[in-house]
């Protein structure tokens, strides 16, 4: 199993990224994908996630209304369009597989696969 993120940089207050998660070595189109992420001396914060079939996804408070979730099971992708993002959203995002989204629910410790993070920074 492997998950390859990547999209992170550096964006002013108000701007955007879009993140991507590349998956392979599992049927994905089977499994819940997540996004973490985590800043320094912070534990991992579940920011969303996706059911199998993309027909729904979950979102933590913070990121409500400004950021989707979403996935092509055709090409084994999942993405994070991040729009009017805030200093706070500072930090390394991880795109996770996790079953029934048990990760977001009920927290990192239920994620069994790890991506290799991919570093977010909002500052002016």
């Known amino acids: 199993v492997q998950l390859q993120a990547s999209g992170g940089g550096l964006v002013q207050p108000g701007g955007s990224l879009r993140l991507s998660c590349a998956a392979s070595g599992f049927a994905f189109g089977d499994y819940t994908i997540g996004w973490f992420r985590q800043t320094p001396g912070k534990e991992r914060e579940a920011v969303a996630c996706?059911?199998?079939?993309?027909?729904?996804?979950y979102y933590t408070n913070a990121v409500k209304g400004r950021f989707t979730i979403s996935r092509d099971n055709a090409r084994n992708t999942a993405d994070l369009q991040m729009n009017s993002l805030k200093p706070e959203d500072t930090a390394i995002y991880y795109c996770t597989r996790e079953p029934f989204c048990s990760g977001f629910h009920h927290g990192s410790y239920y994620v069994d696969y790890w991506g290799q993070g991919t570093e977010v920074t909002v500052s002016s």
């Open positions: 996706i059911i199998g079939d993309g027909t729904n996804s």
